[in-house]
Structures are given as C-alpha cells and as structure tokens.
C-alpha cells in the first residue's frame, strides 16, 4: 500500500544503494569553490549582549565543514569569557595577545602561538589580565555532535572556577552542588 509521496521499499533500497555505491567510489573531484577561502573579515560578529560576558565571538558561517566549527574570538583588555562547559571538545589558538585559563582545576598560561584544550564537558574561563586585546581562533567539534542532536551548552556566569566551586561541591560525576542542575 502505497501512501502520498512516502517513498515505496524499493525506492529506499535504490537510495541505499545509490548511497552505498558513492561511498564506495570516492574519487569525485570536482567540487563548488564556495567555502574553500574564507576572510575573517566576512566573520558575523556577535557582541558582548548577544554572547553574556565581554567576550566578542566571530562567527565564520561561510566554512563548510561538516563536523568542526570555526570562530573568532576576542577578549578585550583586563576581562575574561564566562565561566562555561559544552560536551564538544574546543581548541583556542592564540593569535595575539596573552592570559590564563581555568580548565576544571587546572589553571594555564597561554600566549601567541599557544593552542588551549578545551575537554569535553569540564567547567572552563579565559582570562586577559593585560591592557591588550587577545585575539583567538577557536575550533571545535560541535557541528558534528549539532548534527546527532547531542551537543549542549551551559554558563554558571561572569564567576570564577574556584569561586563556584569553593561555595558549591561536586556531589557526583553527574552534578554540580545543591541538586541545580
């Protein structure tokens, strides 16, 4: 019985195998040169409302990666980016500019030219301490796990890690002090 526009058994296995025989022979060259070069300049910018902390993130919407995420990132002088997590993993390289990041427990120092790791869902905040704004490139997985529906964000705010977790114990691997999450 055959409904509407629903596709028949022998549509959905011709479509199987249509997919499968592609997979099979990868060696397609020619591609669109939409996406291959893409100027920061053409970044959309969001702000410090849009973003929740002072931070400005520029998003590269022009990229057509699959599975990684691009965008530029600039903390002005003596601020920091809110204290955040995200299932994705994220690597910041550092384009100008210094400062420190506190990841989980960990307090680091990067500088131009560092590349900060960023795990999966650990508590994280960077840091400009200097009269100079710092300047990042920031990479992440999360178009993939956006593409599983698996990908999550959450901000505790413009508060340190030590400064929350001081006041609010880890009760166990899945939560954070009091029950709030």
Known sequence: MHHGNKPTSEQKLNSFF???????????QE???DGLVVHSEDAIWLDSQATGNPSEIGILVDIPAKSLEFYLQKIPANSSSDLQRHVHESVHYVIE???YSEIGDQVVTWSKGDFVYTPPWI??????????EVQML??????????LDANRR????MVS???YFKNNSVKNEGGIGNGDF
């Open 154 to 157: 959450e901000s505790l705010g």
């Open 138 to 147: 920031l990479v992440e997985n999360s178009r993939a796990l956006d593409a």
């Open 31 to 33: 591609i669109s040169s």
């Open 18 to 28: 249509a997919n499968l025989k592609k997979l099979k022979q990868r060696d397609h």
């Open 123 to 132: 508590w994280h905040r960077h840091y400009n301490p200097h009269s100079a």
């Open 161 to 163: 890690f030590e400064q």
């Open 97 to 99: 500019g210094e400062g």
